[in-house]
């Protein structure tokens, strides 16, 4: 049996959101936030985090620096349940990069220091212990500098070795959305964009015609549509899912989470369509606390909500394969 059920190559910093802070952000006045959550951030620990906590075992590699806002990342990660014995602590001049969030009325302005992020290169993966997986994932392709060199190989190793590969690229802070995506994605099996990215990277304004052409190369493309809810995309099936119905507090998190809601299903053998509603059910959860996180780490809130919104097949414990949404 594999050690792990998926395996994640990523970034890992913590967020720093202030929330209540006035529409326009003068120069030079000193602006005052009504709220402040520090918690685990970047999209690849989110999915990390909240995939363990619905019963996926998780392994992470990562590099951070010797500071505490790494150090309380990591206590962050391993606190959800995932290993985290193969992220490497690098001392130098480069810190844990940290992302401050201003979420305001109608938009939210997202300041990313990267730092060791930038850094993480091919060495510092373990393949033997990637590949003790049934699946890999990674998130934030673009912003992983340090590795892209050799991305394509990594890509190539990985699916060699047999397992399966999820991906969801995130935002490219460059705008540039490189054509080598294109040769990663042909070894992709599930491919997880917003609506946004999934038109950037096929390069149209059109979201069918950017389906279309995504999977063309992709077996699975699973676009997430915000309040909307989701579509996926398996060769000819097409598949809707509207969003769950909730007291929505805050969207940080929630495309990472509807990932780790697609993914629990999917390495369980879960049809396409039970993947894309409990991916949809997990975003959803996301949205009920502020931060990627905190509906996660609150035990109690999690259970209650999975068991008021999703039915499993059998007596199993949330956590168990299949399922589906309750009416
Ligand atoms: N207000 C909401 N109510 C219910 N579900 C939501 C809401 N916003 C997002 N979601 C869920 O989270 C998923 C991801 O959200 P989205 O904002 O599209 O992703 P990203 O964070 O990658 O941009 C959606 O597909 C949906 O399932
Ligand atoms: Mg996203």
């Not at 050690?3 to 970034?11: I, L, S």
Request: glycine share 10%.
């Amino acid at each position: 049996m594999p050690a792990f059920d998926v395996t994640v190559v990523g970034e890992l910093n913590l967020d720093l959101i202030l929330y209540g802070l006035p529409q326009d952000l003068e120069p030079e006045r000193e602006l005052l936030a009504g709220g402040l959550s520090l918690t685990l951030g970047s999209s690849s620990a989110i999915f990390a985090h909240n995939l363990a906590t619905l019963g996926t075992r998780v392994g992470f590699i990562s590099r951070i620096g010797e500071d505490p806002l790494g150090q309380i990342a990591l206590d962050r990660l391993a606190a959800g349940g995932v290993d985290v014995s193969r992220v490497r602590k690098v001392s130098g001049q480069t810190s844990t990069g940290l992302t401050v969030i201003l979420p305001r009325a109608k938009f939210r302005n997202i300041l990313t220091y990267p730092g060791t992020m930038n850094e993480m290169c091919f060495e510092d993966l373990d393949l033997d212990y990637l590949t003790s997986a049934r699946h890999f994932h990674m998130s934030s392709f673009f912003l992983h500098r340090g590795l892209r060199p050799r991305m394509v190989e990594l890509f190539k190793k990985l699916k060699a070795s047999g397992v399966s590969i999820s991906l969801d690229t995130n935002d490219d802070p460059a705008d540039e959305w490189d054509s080598n995506l294109n040769a990663v994605l042909r070894f992709v099996d599930v491919f997880l964009p917003n609506d946004r990215e999934a038109k950037k990277i096929a390069r149209t304004d059109d979201l069918p015609t950017a389906i279309g052409r995504l999977a063309q190369l992709v077996p699975v493309v699973a676009v997430k549509l915000g309040p909307e809810g989701a579509l996926a995309r398996c060769g000819r099936e097409e598949l809707r899912s509207p969003a769950v119905k909730v007291d929505s507090v805050d969207p940080v998190g929630a495309g990472d989470s509807f990932d780790a809601g697609f993914i629990h299903q999917y390495v369980r053998g879960g049809d396409h369509a039970t993947s894309l509603a409990f991916g949809n059910l997990i975003g959803a959860l996301s949205t009920t606390r502020p931060g990627g996180t905190e509906a996660f780490r609150d035990r109690k809130h999690l259970d209650e909500f999975l068991n008021h919104h999703w039915t499993l097949p059998g007596p199993e414990k949330p956590g168990a394969a299949g399922g589906s949404l309750k009416a």
